[in-house]
């Protein structure tokens, strides 16, 4: 059974940093794509970044700038750092895993101004 979790979300202040997690089980993760999606109240889902098991990382729009995707493979994890983070990165953060299509429960980042 393949499971994602992720953590490291919270409470922040505005211009703050969060480093979150995803740790993969039950799949082969080294071979896989990793992708952070972001789901804010009443917005539509948007990809933040991805990254591919040679390394290649992709960024949402607007993303790339405060935003870095990075992965390591001994431990299964993908993994998000937030830099400076305004209001409106206010969401739900969910990791994806490409092959099979799954999805984690999520994590929570709201950023205080």
């Known amino acids: 059974q393949v499971q994602l979790v992720e953590s490291g979300g919270g409470l922040v202040q505005e211009g703050g940093s969060l480093r979150l997690s995803c740790t993969v089980s039950?799949?082969?993760?080294?071979?896989?794509?990793m992708a952070w999606y972001r789901q804010a109240p009443g917005k539509q889902l948007r990809m933040v970044a991805s990254?591919?098991?040679?390394?290649?990382?992709a960024y949402g729009d607007s993303m790339k700038d405060r935003f870095t995707i990075t992965r390591d493979n001994a431990k299964n994890t993908a993994y998000l750092q937030m830099k400076n983070l305004k209001p409106d990165d206010k969401a739900m953060y969910l990791c994806?895993?490409?092959?099979?299509?799954?999805w984690g429960q999520g994590t929570q980042v709201t950023v205080d101004s």
């Open positions: 039950g799949a082969h993760f080294n071979i896989n794509t």
């Open positions: 994806r895993i490409d092959s099979p299509n799954i």
């Open positions: 990254i591919t098991h040679y390394n290649t990382t």
